[in-house]
């Protein structure tokens, strides 16, 4: 997430947006807080809780799942418990039968024109803006749709065992994403490029499919912002 937002921080200045949205969003306030460790200095307190973000901050909520959208290759895997019939697009039926090993890749599903269009391999946040849209209207199913979207859009699986990990997973990120884009620039090395790191051989348990050779070669700049120097940070839910 930290590539794909402050890499494309000349297009459409998308972290000035962020930046934004995060400081009327999320800052829950500033100035001495003697409860954090060396907090004789200013705190900022940043509010990281999926309603809040969801509701105040809908552009880095839309950044956080296109990032899911491009890095979670989690495959699934269930045995078929008795003989189940599945249908496909245009009637097709699959057999599966009892005892089968059935792996779902999550990856593909996020990665297919027939879901997302034909901007698929692009980073474009706001195709997650109309999520929660209804269901209703021309060219619901289509590609884009929110309910195409939601059909593909499966980051943390689902159904029994849906990620339990995934509201701390958020409060992580949130904590993370909110600090950076507040209090710091992150910019390429001298003389770099933003270029993307490829991505490490997935293994079948990975969810987040982690940078090649641990990321080695890859760095960016990190400073303080203006005006944000001294701070210190702190996180509620
Ligand atoms: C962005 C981060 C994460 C992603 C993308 C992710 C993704 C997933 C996915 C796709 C599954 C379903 C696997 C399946 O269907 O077989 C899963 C399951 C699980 N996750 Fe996560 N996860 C994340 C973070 C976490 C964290 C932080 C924890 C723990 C603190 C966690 C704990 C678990 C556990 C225990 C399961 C198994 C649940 C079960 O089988 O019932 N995950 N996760």
Same mark, same amino acid.
């Given at each position: ?43 900022? /307190? ?20 296109? !990032?899911?959208? #491009? ?9 078929? %418990? ?12 699959? &057999? ?31 195709? #997650? ?26 980051? #943390? ?8 990990? /995934?509201?701390? !997973?958020?409060?992580?990120?949130? !904590?993370? %994403?909110?600090? &950076? ?36 070669? #890859? ?5 303080? /912002? ?12």
């Amino acid at each position: 997430m930290v590539w794909f937002v402050f890499s494309s921080a000349k297009a459409g200045g998308l972290v000035e947006r962020l930046r934004r949205e995060v400081q009327e969003g999320l800052v829950l306030g500033r100035g001495a807080d003697e409860t954090v460790e060396g907090g004789e200095g200013e705190v900022v /307190r940043l509010g990281v809780a999926v309603a809040r973000v969801e509701e105040r901050c809908p552009l880095l909520m839309a950044c956080y799942r296109e !990032a899911q959208r #491009f890095t979670v290759h989690q495959v699934s895997t269930r045995v078929a %418990m008795k003989d189940t019939v599945l249908s496909g697009k245009e009637g097709k039926e699959y &057999l599966l039968k009892e005892g089968a090993v059935v792996q779902l890749v999550i990856g593909v599903g996020h990665a297919m024109r027939e879901y997302w269009g034909e901007d698929v391999g692009e980073f474009r946040p706001e195709r #997650f803006l109309g999520l929660n849209e209804g269901r209703k209207g021309e060219g619901a199913d289509g590609p884009g749709s929110a309910r195409a979207m939601r059909a593909a859009f499966q980051p #943390f699986g689902g159904g029994l065992h849906l990620c339990p990990g /995934r509201q701390f !997973a958020f409060a992580e990120l949130m !904590a993370v %994403m909110g600090t &950076l884009l507040l209090g710091f620039e992150v910019e390429p090395l001298e003389g770099a490029d933003w270029n993307l790191p490829g991505f490490a051989t997935r293994s079948l348990v990975d969810a987040v499919t982690k940078p090649a050779n641990n990321g080695e070669g #890859f760095g960016v700049k990190v400073t303080r /912002r203006p005006g944000w120097e001294g701070v210190r940070w702190s996180y509620e839910l």
